[in-house]
DNA sequence: TAAATTTGACCAGG
DNA sequence: CCTGGTCAAATTTA
């Protein structure tokens, strides 16, 4: 049976840290700006307290360690996970939407495109990836991205296991420090792009907590790509929807609080980006 | 030339 | 037997 969610105390432990990455970004980026901008370092020190009280709130909303099984209504996809024996434990799934800047998603984590299939009832192929490091450190880690059936510019992204590899450390620090090395950046980001994943910018749906989360907000160019399938790049929403939907055939998982966070995420990451854009 | 991607074949579960 | 996931040879890319 696969675990769509890893223990509920780590669970907690990953969103606070999330949260507190998060903070700290905000916080550095206000040191960074320009002091004339008052009304960006004014939206940074918002972002900052929205994120603090995101985490005040993540500590007192989390439910005590009692999980019922996950919510029905996507057997037949899970379904698609329990096969194989060995498959990873872990299961985080998170929509991307690919928007107006270069953003796109890096999960600071290299991957390589071990296979790409059709899958019966959808109109996108989807693609699997593996950890680059699955061999020289044997890690397990893979992830499938294929693109949403409804809307063209959303990408669901399911991650499987977890990095036993040294990359979840590196993903940490790259969250902290951001794009100024791009070189090997946009190396990975050419095998996502191939992917299909490219001009991606937006992530997070649902995500099953339990072990770091893989993403990372990157302002590295898209090259372009032409791979038949997912060849666009396209200027699209800019906000950001911390969509907890699960009804256009994602991934359902148990979340009640997710809810609660939508509204603090959307709305500062909505404030963020704008706010980006701007400088 | 090494590393990554592509793609058809293979395998396991249902 | 069908489907989704993985393998691995061939091919492409850096």
């Not at 899970?78 to 799934?93: C, E, I, L, T």
């Not at 270069?102 to 593996?130: E, V």
Request: glycine residues 8%.
């Amino acid at each position: 049976m696969v675990e769509l969610c890893g223990g509920e105390g780590e669970g907690q432990i990953m969103l606070a840290t999330e949260l507190a990455q998060l903070r700290a970004m905000a916080r550095e980026l206000e040191a960074k700006m320009d002091p004339d901008r008052v009304a960006a370092r004014e939206l940074c020190r918002a972002l900052a307290s929205s994120v603090d009280r995101s985490i005040r709130l993540a500590a007192s909303c989390f439910p005590p360690p009692e999980h019922p099984p996950p919510a029905a209504g996507n057997a037949g996809r899970d379904a698609a996970f329990k096969k194989r024996k060995g498959m990873a434990k872990v299961r985080r799934q998170v929509r991307v939407t690919s928007v107006q800047d270069t953003a796109s998603l890096d999960d600071g984590l290299s991957w390589r495109k071990y296979g790409q299939k059709d899958i019966l009832g959808a109109k996108y192929p989807r693609a699997y990836f593996r950890c680059t490091h699955r061999h020289t450190q044997g890690c397990n880690a893979t992830k499938q991205v294929q693109r949403a059936d409804g809307d063209p510019l959303l990408f669901d992204v399911v991650y499987l296991g977890d990095h036993t590899c040294g990359q979840a450390a590196v993903a940490a620090v790259a969250q902290r420090a951001p794009p100024e090395h791009a070189g090997q950046e946009q190396q990975r980001q050419s095998s996502l792009l191939a992917a299909g994943t490219e001009g991606i910018h937006q992530q997070v749906v649902a995500e099953p907590m339990e072990a770091a989360a893989p993403f990372l907000f990157t302002s590295t160019a898209a090259g372009g790509v032409d791979d038949g399938y997912f060849s666009f790049i396209s200027p699209a929403n800019s906000d950001c929807q911390f969509s907890s939907d699960f009804s256009a055939g994602s991934v359902g998982v148990d979340m009640d609080h997710e809810a609660r966070f939508e509204d603090l995420f959307s709305n500062t990451l909505e404030f963020f980006q704008s706010e980006i854009h701007n400088l």
